[in-house]
T-cell receptor
Framework: QQQVKQSPQSLIVQKGGISIINCAYENTAFDYFPWYQQFPGKGPALLIA?????SEKKEGRFTISFNKSAKQFSLHIMDSQPGDSATYFCAARMRGGADGLTFGKGTHLIIQP | KAGVTQTPRYLIKTRGQQVTLSCSPI?????VSWYQQTPGQGLQFLFEYFSETQRNKGNFPGRFSGRQFSNSRSEMNVSTLELGDSALYLC???????????FGPGTRLLVL
C-alpha cells in the first residue's frame, strides 16, 4: 500500500529556532517529493520539492534533506518565525503522476514569539 | 496569472442529496485533480482529469464522479450524500499532471 508517514503530529518551536519535520515512504516508485504549507481556511501551497537524485535542496529558510537508501526525507525551517505557524504536509508522487499525490497526515507547527 | 478558483466556497446539504462542485484551473493548465481533506483521513486523492478524460482515480466509491470541459474547467459530483462526505474538497491544477500541482482554496461541504 502506498503510504507516507509523517512525524511529529504537532511541534512547538521558539522564534528563531529550527523546525524539523520528518517523512518516510515505502514505495520506491515515488519520484517526486513536495512539501505543502496550509493555513486555516486556505488550500495547501507548495513550499519546496525534491526529486530522489538530489540529497538536499534549499530555498530561502526552507531546506529538504533526502535519504534515498533510508526512504526518508525531511523539511527544515531555519530561523522559524511566528508567520510560519501552519500545518505542513509532505507528499509523494509516483513516476508518471499516476494516483495523484500521496500525502502525510500533516504536522501542526506553532512558532512561539 | 490568476490562481485556481473553486465555487462555491461553502455548502450545506442534507443526507441523500447530491452536490456539484466547480473548479477553474490556472490558465494554460490542462490537468485538474481533486482531493478530499478530512481531519481523520487527511488529504486523499479522488481523481485526475486531463484533456477531458479521467486519467487516474483514487479509492473512492462510485458516488464520487467528475468531468472536465474543453476549457479545462472541471466539476465533481457526489450523489446520495452521506454524513461522512463532510470535508474540504480541494482542486489542484498542473500543466500536464506530472508537474507541480497548485491548489485552490477548496469547497467546504457540510452534510447534515
Amino acid at each position: 500500500q502506498q503510504q507516507v508517514k509523517q512525524s511529529p503530529q504537532s511541534l512547538i518551536v521558539q522564534k528563531g529556532g529550527i523546525s524539523i519535520i520528518n517523512c518516510a515512504y515505502e514505495n520506491t516508485a515515488f519520484d517526486y517529493f513536495p512539501w505543502y504549507q496550509q493555513f486555516p481556511g486556505k488550500g495547501p501551497a507548495l513550499l519546496i520539492a525534491i526529486r530522489p537524485d538530489v540529497s538536499e535542496k534549499k530555498e530561502g529558510r526552507f531546506t529538504i534533506s533526502f535519504n534515498k537508501s533510508a526512504k526518508q526525507f525531511s523539511l527544515h525551517i531555519m530561523d522559524s518565525q511566528p508567520g510560519d505557524s501552519a500545518t505542513y504536509f509532505c507528499a509523494a508522487r509516483m513516476r508518471g503522476g499516476a494516483d495523484g499525490l500521496t500525502f502525510g497526515k500533516g504536522t501542526h507547527l506553532i512558532i512561539q514569539p | 496569472k490568476a490562481g485556481v478558483t473553486q465555487t462555491p466556497r461553502y455548502l450545506i446539504k442534507t443526507r441523500g442529496q447530491q452536490v456539484t462542485l466547480s473548479c477553474s484551473p490556472i490558465s494554460g493548465h490542462r490537468s485538474v485533480s481533486w482531493y478530499q481533506q478530512t481531519p481523520g483521513q487527511g488529504l486523499q486523492f479522488l481523481f485526475e482529469y486531463f484533456s477531458e478524460t479521467q486519467r487516474n482515480k483514487g479509492n473512492f466509491p462510485g458516488r464520487f464522479s467528475g468531468r472536465q470541459f474543453s476549457n479545462s474547467r472541471s466539476e465533481m459530483n457526489v450523489s446520495t450524500l452521506e454524513l461522512g462526505d463532510s470535508a474540504l474538497y480541494l482542486c489542484a491544477s498542473s500543466l500536464d499532471g506530472a508537474e507541480t500541482q497548485y491548489f485552490g482554496p477548496g469547497t467546504r461541504l457540510l452534510v447534515l
